[in-house]
């Protein structure tokens, strides 16, 4: 296998405007190297050149006519960042700026740019990686948005968990223990924000201990019964993605899904948004499911059709 700084000045030197193109990287990736020859340690001293070199990198990475290089630029640009400097350190928000705004800005696109797709490996790659995740700066971020009253910024920390959440799952508990006091708060974002968790814990998205399940399902079940609430919309419209996965979760929601009937706390249209949600369950995994269900349907189409 090829050295990836070998390919890269193989590439740089293939037209006059690579040359001067590659010349200012090339010359950044000698400078930080150079400085390790003499100096052992790790220094800070190298973060600004590291991130400066992050930042070409990802510029080159985002642009169609470097593709050719995507690999080698990814394994230099992750060495980099694990061999060199005190990125690891996390409190230097330039490292947020160049990580994670951008993954933030697109996490809800169907299709993803080359830029995004360079982070996600290139963080898939760094060692020290998720070490920034759980710094202070990171931990600030959250809390923050734990006490605000503001929906966008209570939306960018629920979307910063889910980028990181893959790579730190010890950080899970702890932000469970936040959503799940969420959900008690009387701010309708916020409840929105933890419900939104939840269901990702209940579809399987994030894995928690067995124990802590009956506490997430106490805290979730009152959102079906939340009538014409954001969170009962959610909770419903995810209903098929969770209500076979196990089956006590599937014992206990069909009662709360049976008052729902019952007490009518469900307005006409979201009441056909659940019957729609139970029918495609039961049709995704038939042989899980329980009579009690089959008779839930069946009762949820005679409310449907008598409104």
Known sequence: MSDPIDDLKSFFSTTKSLKTKGKDFLQLYKQITDYKKTNKQRSDKLNESIIKFIQFSCDLASNQEYSSIWQSLVDITSDIANSYGSLHSGNDTHNFDVF?????????????????????????????????????????????????????????????????????????????????????NPNPDQR?????????????????????????????????????????????????????????????????????????IISPQLLCVLVDQISLAIKECYHATPDSLLNLLFTGCNHSTVR
């Open 100 to 184: 994670f705004k951008p993954l933030l800005q697109e996490i809800d696109n169907e299709e993803h740019s080359d830029l995004y797709k360079f982070i996600e490996r290139l963080l898939a790659k760094m060692n020290l990686g998720f070490k920034i995740a759980i710094s202070e700066y990171f931990r600030k971020l959250f809390f923050d948005a734990f006490a605000s009253n503001v929906k966008r910024k209570l939306k960018e920390s629920y979307d910063l968990f889910r980028i990181i959440h893959v790579h730190i799952p010890e950080i899970i508990p702890p932000i469970l223990t936040m959503h799940q006091t969420f959900l008690k």
């Open 192 to 264: 929105e924000i933890g419900i939104r968790f939840i269901v990702d814990v209940l579809t399987g998205v994030y894995t928690i201990r067995e124990a802590l399940h009956t506490d997430v399902l106490d805290d979730f079940r009152k959102s079906f019964h939340e009538k014409d609430s954001e969170a009962q919309r959610i909770v419903i419209a995810n209903l098929a993605k969770y209500l076979l996965r196990k089956t006590y979760i599937t014992n206990i929601l069909i009662d709360d899904l049976k008052k729902c009937f019952d007490a009518q």
